[in-house]
């Protein structure tokens, strides 16, 4: 239809001229009909923006609003008023900020709370009890979650101080 040779059924591009196909971000559609061209996933809510642009991706917000300045969305943002973007508790137990809840978590929080070592980047992360407080019980449930397979880590309050 597009007189580049390719039928509709295999034309990444069919109402388009696109003789070579050209798709950069390797998402089906040929890069001169794609909106997101380098963006694989495009807009995944629907918001007009594309994904590699879009500051909440999955969730509608076509204003952008980011109250805090933190680069995370309002609509998607846990801590809308701290403007420190590891403050929204990605990995609950998380205390050293690794990317996972293991044994460095337990010795940062003892050098924290016995050597006066810093603070968690993120305290509700370190907060592994969820009880509003980094302490000793935090140290305890990581070892009972890593050692006997206690129960998962909650995040402590959104914005909490260490």
Request: with cysteine.
């Given at each position: 239809v597009d007189g580049d040779v390719f039928c509709?059924?295999?034309d990444n591009?069919?109402?388009?001229?696109?003789?070579?196909?050209?798709?950069?971000?390797?998402?089906?559609?040929?890069d001169v009909c794609d909106d997101c061209p380098g963006d694989n996933i495009n807009d995944p809510d629907g918001d007009g923006l594309c994904a590699t642009v879009d500051?909440?991706?999955?969730?509608a917000n076509a204003a952008q609003t980011d109250t805090d300045g933190d680069g995370v969305g309002d609509v998607c943002d846990v801590c809308v008023n701290d403007p420190n973007p590891l403050c929204c508790c990605k990995i609950a137990g998380d205390a050293d900020n690794s990317a996972s809840v293991n044994i460095g978590d337990v010795t940062f929080l003892i050098a924290r709370i016995f050597a006066g070592g810093p603070g968690p980047p993120c305290c509700a992360e370190g907060d592994a009890d969820g009880s509003g407080a980094v302490n000793i019980a935090d140290i305890t449930y990581l070892i009972a979650r890593i050692f006997a397979g206690g129960p998962a880590?909650?995040?402590?309050?959104?914005?909490m101080g260490c």
């Open positions: 509709g059924d295999i591009c069919p109402s388009i001229t696109n003789p070579f196909q050209t798709d950069s971000d390797n998402d089906g559609i040929g500051n909440c991706p999955l969730a880590p909650a995040c402590g309050p959104a914005g």
